[in-house]
Structure formats: structure tokens, C-alpha cells
């Protein structure tokens, strides 16, 4: 089905078709239209006319309004202030909207086919190391992106740039040659089940042991550079050793990832490892067309903008002296293959704000070389810090890094407790008291990340995450499983539209919110910013909650006035449905 015009789109017309025939001299002049808590819409655009045209505003407004026909769209024009327009669209048009809307699965929402391919990169975690709560933000901020620039029409193609290559390999490797079962498995046979807790249990074992011989013995760290050198000239039996390290670090990644409800899959992951062939030909690309040039023996990029403390310029290091590669030749090979055999048409980044300065630089040295132009762009979609409660960076008691999967497992503990609560009144099973635990404690995490502007920091507060009150996924979860309630228990009656009735306030707002949808969509994917998103939905479940307390759904006056009640919750329920699977956050029908 066809996209569904927005009131706003179709009253903006209208008024641009006032405009054309009272005021032909203006030309294409925009009404500027905005939502308004004076009357629905209102346009303030003809004072700006004004000004141009050297006339009066109100009685250019006047002009305009007369020159508007009559139709089924809009009520009424009041001509307000020195020359707003305050107009209210007539209940049939909002009710008539909403039913061309609800019969489409997409919810009216457009779909441009014509789109681009935007390669995201996000969740990158680092292979032999434990995933902290660091690693929270990139996964759920980019999961959100992926869902929502996909249901907009975009080709999404995923990339998950893992640490998977760097001088710890080569202590890691001759370490596991000298001890050659400490990545064994309890579980024996080729179809034994390994949990992630316990490859990362070896993995730690092994890290920790590996790292105290390297500094403490001489002979063991000299074995293990050379390691090193074995594993960048691709010597066989050092690659298959670094190759088990990835693939029991992907044992725990997935753990990890499943346990956050995330669709990682192995064709996504592309790590650091993933463009060593492409690194010579990346410096010899960059210093034979000048882009880059030799200082000190290392291949530097420079910048006007970017100098030390010193004042003096600090380089973007793309080849150290010593003739090894840093992150740079890494990221600028990544832009290269992601650009010319993914054929991107957006590079999209979701990475932390304190790597802000380092993307700059690569993403201008890029364009120097003309991997990046005006058809071929790249944008980091930085994030903030997770916060504890007093403020400061989230540390553990000790000090320490939290842990994503103890964390994780305290919020679905919490949102459990919470479920339990109302397990006699939802009437809900121990099975299904148990999988909305999760749906919960996880739709919380996410929801908290979400709904803060990912640049600013955060504060991790598990209560008021799984709090039923506020702006929280708990929230807008409860509102669905609502409707579904309602839907249940009103057994005489469909969702059917009625645009012959006369709404109340409250179904207006409702109605107006819903229309609204495609909009803030197309916003949240322009923007990158899916906090706007959850924003939307927040302030839907509000509307729905003052929508409750003034008009009964089941104990309704009419039969027509309890269908139209029925089809303005099923429509909200699916609105919010649509948009927390978006957010990467499940509904559960009883809660």
C-alpha cells in the first residue's frame, strides 16, 4: 500500500494552495506549519510573506483564508496575533486518516525504495576480553539504527569491527602453545554445548596467567614479540591458535548478544583482522597522491586544526616508524572496502565521544583521497558515558569495569520481582512470569540508553528503570498489555472507524499523536537521534493514559462510540508495538 499523507502534509497543502491563488506574487512561499496548544496546527509563515510583500500580515492572513475553499479537511482558520493562522482539522479528517493508516501493515509509514546502503558499525567488542558495560551503548544505539533505517527503505549492511588483532595475540598464543589445554571444555564431542560463561572463564584464566609470565619473565616476553611476527607474516599454525581465540571469544560474544536480544550473525563480523591485506596498499595509496607524508620515519596525515598542547600539529599516524599499522590504516581500509565493494552510499559509526577527534581526522584524510565525497558519506553517531548513581563513571564497589552480563542479569532479576507482583491479577503463568522478566529487565537497559540523547551521558538506576511510573519501556510495555487486556475482555464489539462521531479532547490528542508516527520516523532516521523516537512513544502511552481517564473503552455510551474507542486503542497498540521493536524492545501481550 501507498503511504498515508499526514494531516500536517494535507493541511500544509491546503494552505499552500491558499497562498498561490490569494497571493500569486509569492511564489512557492512555505506556510510553516507547526503543531500548536492554541488549536491544532498553526502557520506562521505570512508574516515572513509579509515583510517581502511590504503589506500588512493580517490582512494578507485574511486573504489567504478566504481564497481556501471549502473542504472536508479543515474546521477552522482563525486569523490570530499580527497574522497566525490557528487551524483545526474537523474530527471526520483525523478519524478518516487513522483508518487509511490502520489498514496498512506499515502503518502508513513511507518506504523509499530508492534509498541508499548505510554500512553501520557498532558492537565491537574486543576478542580474549570480557564485554563491560562500556560496550552497552554501541550494541543498542546501533541495533536501534539498523531496525529503524531499514523499516524507512535504507539497504543496511551490518559490520561488527572486533579487536581481533594487536600485540596481545602474540602473548596469548605462545602462552597457549606452551599450555596447550587451557582452552579446553568441561563438555566433550563434537555437538557439546559450551556456555558463554565458561569461554569466557577461559579466556579470563588464560589472559591473566598469560599477562603475569609476560611481565615477569624475560625469556617468555621475548618469545612472545616474536610471536607476533609470526602471526602478521600469516605463519599457519600461529593463525589457526589466533583463530581459536575468535572463535571462543564469538562463544561469548553471542551469549552476550542473545541474552540483550540482539540478531548478531557471523557474516557481520568483520574485525580488524578482516582488512590486513588492504593496509600496504592503503599507505601507498595516501603517500603517492600526497594525502600522506613521511615524518620521522612514520606516514602522518596533518591538519590546520588539530595541534597538541605544544601548539605544534599532531598527526594522524597511519604507518608507525618501526613500519607496523595502527587503528588509522585499519579504519581508512574499512572506509575503502565498505565504500568500493559495499558500495555505501553512508558510512554510519556508532562509537564513543572520546574517539570524536580520531574519526574527524580519518574521515577528512578519506576525503582527501576521494574515497569520501559529496555521493559518499560518513557520520559518527558518538555516544556518552553510563553513569552510577552518584555521577561518576559506573564502577564496581572494587573499582572495577562493571560486567555487561552482570549487569544485565541484575535487571531482569528486578524486572522479575516486578512482574511477580502482578502475576495474579495479569494472570500469568511461572513460564510467563519468567520470559517478561527478561522482556523487561532487558526492554529497561535499552529503553534508558535510548531515550537519552546518545551524546549526553547517563545514569544507570535500575529502579527507576524498572519503574512503573515515568519514562520508562516498563511504561509503554504496561500501556500495550492494556489494550491487549481491553481487547480481551470486550467480547460485543471490532475496532471500527467511525468518522461521523464527534471526538472528545482527548481522542483528538490521541488521534493527532498517532497521525504523527511517519513523521517523527522520518525524523529519528534523517537525524540518527532514536531518542526522538522513544520520545514519541512516551508521550503516546501519556496520551493514551489521559485518553483512559476521560473515555471508557468497555463501559462506552454507543455501540458506534465503543467500535471507535476500540479502533482508536488497537491503533495505538500497534503504533506502540511498531515502535518499541524498532527500539529493539519486545511487548508482551499480559503484563
Given at each position: 500500500?501507498?503511504s498515508?499523507?499526514s494531516?500536517?502534509s494535507t493541511?500544509?497543502?491546503?494552505?499552500?494552495e491558499?497562498?498561490?491563488?490569494a497571493?500569486?506574487?509569492?511564489?512557492?512561499?512555505?506556510?510553516?506549519?507547526?503543531r500548536?496548544?492554541?488549536?491544532?496546527f498553526?502557520a506562521?509563515g505570512?508574516?515572513?510573506?509579509?515583510?517581502?510583500?511590504?503589506?500588512?500580515?493580517?490582512?494578507?492572513?485574511?486573504?489567504?483564508?478566504?481564497?481556501i475553499?471549502?473542504?472536508d479537511?479543515?474546521?477552522?482558520?482563525?486569523?490570530?496575533?499580527p497574522?497566525?493562522?490557528?487551524?483545526?482539522?474537523?474530527?471526520?479528517?483525523?478519524?478518516?486518516t487513522?483508518?487509511?493508516?490502520a489498514a496498512?501493515?506499515?502503518?502508513?509509514?513511507?518506504?523509499n525504495?530508492?534509498a541508499?546502503?548505510?554500512?553501520?558499525d557498532?558492537a565491537?567488542?574486543?576478542?580474549?576480553?570480557e564485554?563491560?558495560?562500556g560496550?552497552?551503548?554501541?550494541?543498542?544505539?546501533?541495533?536501534?539504527?539498523v531496525?529503524i533505517?531499514?523499516?524507512?527503505?535504507?539497504?543496511?549492511?551490518?559490520r561488527?569491527?572486533?579487536?581481533?588483532?594487536?600485540?596481545?595475540?602474540?602473548?596469548?598464543?605462545?602462552?597457549?602453545?606452551?599450555?596447550?589445554?587451557?582452552?579446553?571444555?568441561?563438555?566433550?564431542?563434537?555437538?557439546?554445548e559450551v556456555?558463554?560463561?565458561?569461554?569466557?572463564?577461559?579466556?579470563?584464566?588464560l589472559?591473566?596467567a598469560?599477562?603475569?609470565?609476560?611481565?615477569?619473565?624475560?625469556?617468555?616476553k621475548?618469545?612472545?614479540?616474536?610471536?607476533?611476527?609470526?602471526?602478521?607474516?600469516g605463519?599457519?599454525?600461529t593463525?589457526?591458535?589466533w583463530?581459536?581465540?575468535?572463535?571462543?571469544?564469538?562463544?561469548?560474544f553471542?551469549?552476550?548478544?542473545?541474552?540483550l536480544?540482539?540478531?548478531?550473525r557471523?557474516?557481520?563480523i568483520?574485525?580488524?583482522?578482516?582488512?590486513?591485506?588492504?593496509?600496504?596498499?592503503?599507505?601507498?595509496?595516501?603517500?603517492e597522491?600526497?594525502v600522506a607524508?613521511?615524518s620521522?620515519?612514520?606516514?602522518?596525515?596533518?591538519?590546520?586544526?588539530?595541534?597538541?598542547?605544544?601548539?605544534?600539529?599532531?598527526?594522524?599516524?597511519?604507518?608507525?616508524?618501526d613500519?607496523?599499522?595502527g587503528y588509522?590504516a585499519?579504519?581508512?581500509?574499512?572506509?575503502?572496502?565498505?565504500?568500493?565493494?559495499?558500495?555505501?552510499?553512508?558510512?554510519?559509526?556508532v562509537?564513543d565521544?572520546?574517539?570524536?577527534l580520531?574519526?574527524?581526522?580519518?574521515?577528512?584524510?578519506a576525503?582527501r583521497?576521494?574515497?569520501?565525497n559529496?555521493?559518499?558519506?560518513?557520520h559518527?553517531?558518538?555516544?556518552?558515558?553510563?553513569l552510577?548513581?552518584?555521577?561518576?563513571?559506573f564502577k564496581?564497589?572494587?573499582g572495577?569495569t562493571?560486567?555487561?552480563?552482570?549487569?544485565?542479569d541484575?535487571?531482569?532479576?528486578?524486572a522479575?520481582?516486578?512482574?511477580?507482583?502482578?502475576k495474579?491479577?495479569?494472570g500469568?503463568?511461572?513460564?510467563?512470569?519468567v520470559?517478561?522478566?527478561?522482556?523487561?529487565g532487558?526492554g529497561?537497559?535499552?529503553y534508558?540508553?535510548?531515550?537519552?540523547?546518545?551524546?549526553?551521558?547517563?545514569?544507570?538506576?535500575?529502579?527507576?528503570?524498572?519503574?512503573?511510573n515515568g519514562?520508562?519501556?516498563?511504561?509503554?510495555?504496561?500501556a500495550?498489555?492494556?489494550?491487549?487486556?481491553?481487547?480481551?475482555?470486550v467480547?460485543?464489539?471490532?475496532?471500527?472507524?467511525?468518522p461521523?462521531?464527534?471526538?472528545?479532547?482527548a481522542?483528538?490528542?490521541?488521534?493527532?499523536?498517532?497521525?504523527?508516527?511517519?513523521?517523527?520516523?522520518?525524523?529519528?532516521a534523517?537525524?540518527?537521534?532514536?531518542?526522538?523516537?522513544?520520545?514519541?512513544?512516551?508521550?503516546?502511552?501519556?496520551?493514551?493514559?489521559?485518553f483512559?481517564?476521560?473515555?471508557p473503552?468497555?463501559?462506552?455510551e454507543?455501540?458506534?462510540?465503543k467500535?471507535?474507542?476500540?479502533?482508536?486503542?488497537?491503533?495505538t497498540?500497534?503504533?506502540?508495538?511498531?515502535?518499541?521493536a524498532?527500539?529493539?524492545?519486545?511487548?508482551?501481550?499480559?503484563l
Amino acid at each position: 500500500m501507498a503511504s498515508v499523507p499526514s494531516l500536517a502534509s494535507t493541511v500544509q497543502q491546503r494552505l499552500a494552495e491558499g497562498l498561490s491563488a490569494a497571493l500569486p506574487e509569492a511564489g512557492s512561499a512555505d506556510p510553516l506549519l507547526r503543531r500548536s496548544d492554541r488549536a491544532d496546527f498553526q502557520a506562521n509563515g505570512i508574516l515572513a510573506l509579509a515583510k517581502q510583500l511590504k503589506g500588512n500580515p493580517r490582512e494578507l492572513a485574511t486573504k489567504v483564508v478566504e481564497a481556501i475553499p471549502a473542504n472536508d479537511v479543515l474546521k477552522d482558520i482563525e486569523v490570530s496575533g499580527p497574522g497566525f493562522l490557528n487551524i483545526t482539522v474537523s474530527d471526520a479528517a483525523i478519524v478518516n486518516t487513522l483508518a487509511a493508516r490502520a489498514a496498512d501493515d506499515r502503518l502508513g509509514v513511507p518506504f523509499n525504495a530508492s534509498a541508499g546502503t548505510t554500512v553501520i558499525d557498532y558492537a565491537q567488542p574486543n576478542v580474549a576480553k570480557e564485554m563491560h558495560v562500556g560496550h552497552l551503548r554501541s550494541a543498542v544505539i546501533g541495533a536501534a539504527m539498523v531496525e529503524i533505517l531499514e523499516f524507512t527503505g535504507e539497504t543496511v549492511v551490518r559490520r561488527h569491527h572486533i579487536g581481533d588483532w594487536g600485540t596481545q595475540f602474540g602473548m596469548l598464543i605462545q602462552y597457549l602453545i606452551e599450555h596447550p589445554h587451557e582452552l579446553d571444555h568441561k563438555a566433550e564431542g563434537a555437538d557439546a554445548e559450551v556456555s558463554g560463561e565458561e569461554a569466557m572463564s577461559n579466556l579470563n584464566r588464560l589472559y591473566k596467567a598469560s599477562r603475569a609470565l609476560f611481565d615477569s619473565d624475560e625469556e617468555f616476553k621475548t618469545r612472545a614479540r616474536a610471536r607476533v611476527v609470526d602471526l602478521q607474516a600469516g605463519d599457519e599454525e600461529t593463525l589457526a591458535l589466533w583463530q581459536r581465540f575468535v572463535d571462543e571469544s564469538k562463544i561469548y560474544f553471542y551469549s552476550v548478544f542473545e541474552k540483550l536480544d540482539m540478531d548478531i550473525r557471523d557474516p557481520d563480523i568483520v574485525g580488524e583482522s578482516g582488512y590486513n591485506d588492504m593496509l600496504q596498499e592503503t599507505c601507498r595509496l595516501l603517500e603517492e597522491s600526497g594525502v600522506a607524508v613521511r615524518s620521522e620515519g612514520a606516514l602522518c596525515v596533518f591538519f590546520d586544526d588539530v595541534k597538541g598542547p605544544d601548539g605544534n600539529p599532531v598527526p594522524l599516524i597511519v604507518q608507525k616508524s618501526d613500519g607496523g599499522f595502527g587503528y588509522a590504516a585499519t579504519d581508512l581500509s574499512a572506509i575503502r572496502d565498505r565504500v568500493q565493494n559495499l558500495k555505501a552510499s553512508t558510512l554510519l559509526y556508532v562509537v564513543d565521544a572520546r574517539q570524536s577527534l580520531h574519526f574527524k581526522m580519518v574521515f577528512e584524510t578519506a576525503r582527501r583521497a576521494g574515497w569520501l565525497n559529496d555521493e559518499v558519506k560518513a557520520h559518527q553517531l558518538a555516544f556518552g558515558t553510563v553513569l552510577g548513581k552518584d555521577g561518576k563513571p559506573f564502577k564496581t564497589r572494587e573499582g572495577e569495569t562493571v560486567r555487561l552480563v552482570d549487569l544485565l542479569d541484575e535487571a531482569i532479576e528486578r524486572a522479575t520481582a516486578v512482574v511477580s507482583e502482578k502475576k495474579e491479577k495479569a494472570g500469568l503463568s511461572d513460564e510467563e512470569v519468567v520470559e517478561n522478566g527478561r522482556y523487561v529487565g532487558i526492554g529497561a537497559v535499552k529503553y534508558a540508553d535510548l531515550s537519552t540523547s546518545a551524546v549526553r551521558d547517563y545514569k544507570f538506576d535500575l529502579d527507576q528503570m524498572v519503574s512503573l511510573n515515568g519514562d520508562t519501556s516498563v511504561y509503554l510495555q504496561y500501556a500495550y498489555a492494556r489494550i491487549q487486556s481491553i481487547k480481551r475482555n470486550v467480547t460485543d464489539a471490532e475496532p471500527t472507524a467511525h468518522p461521523e462521531l464527534e471526538l472528545a479532547p482527548a481522542e483528538r490528542a490521541l488521534g493527532l499523536h498517532l497521525d504523527q508516527f511517519g513523521a517523527a520516523l522520518a525524523e529519528v532516521a534523517e537525524e540518527y537521534a532514536p531518542h526522538k523516537l522513544a520520545a514519541y512513544l512516551y508521550q503516546l502511552a501519556s496520551h493514551l493514559t489521559a485518553f483512559y481517564d476521560q473515555c471508557p473503552v468497555m463501559k462506552a455510551e454507543t455501540q458506534e462510540l465503543k467500535e471507535n474507542r476500540l479502533f482508536l486503542v488497537d491503533l495505538t497498540a500497534r503504533t506502540l508495538h511498531q515502535g518499541m521493536a524498532l527500539l529493539g524492545i519486545r511487548t508482551p501481550e499480559r503484563l
